[in-house]
Nanobody, 126 residues
Framework: QVQLVESGGGLVQAGGSLRLSCAAS????????MGWFRHAPGKEREFVALSSRSGNAVRYAQSVRGRFTISISRDNAKNTVLLQMNSLKPEDTAVYYCVSTDSSDISIRPERYPYWGQGTQVTVSS
């Protein structure tokens, strides 16, 4: 089994920055994709940023490209995925979820990700 634990959410003013962190532990991956989705009230879940294990392949939602940066680090049995969020806007307000899959297919479809964290709230005030 895989456990994903997020941290780093909070309240920030528009134009500010936050960094989300997700620690993944459990059985080793042979090859995987990790990243972030978000869910705002009244909206569909949407992908934010996804990365291959190596970090060589990444995908960003158009709405965050140029403002958010995803990175993955590996340390022994733990893998950590970071999301640096700059120039935050009120429309970025949502619960952000860390996701992972054993597949190397960097899909933007949430149903392709069997592992989800508990979510962390990001609120951007205007």
């Amino acid at each position: 089994q895989v456990q994903l634990v997020e941290s780093g959410g909070g309240l920030v003013q528009a134009g500010g920055s936050l960094r989300l962190s997700c620690a993944a532990s459990g059985r080793a991956f042979s090859g995987y994709t990790m990243g972030w989705f978000r869910h705002a009230p009244g909206k569909e879940r949407e992908f934010v940023a996804l990365s291959s294990r190596s970090g060589n392949a990444v995908r960003y939602a158009q709405s965050v490209r140029g403002r958010f940066t995803i990175s993955i680090s590996r340390d022994n049995a733990k893998n950590t995925v970071l999301l640096q969020m700059n120039s935050l806007k009120p429309e970025d307000t949502a619960v952000y979820y860390c996701v992972s899959t054993d597949s190397s297919d960097i899909s933007i479809r949430p149903e392709r990700y069997p592992y989800w964290g508990q979510g962390t709230q990001v609120t951007v005030s205007s």
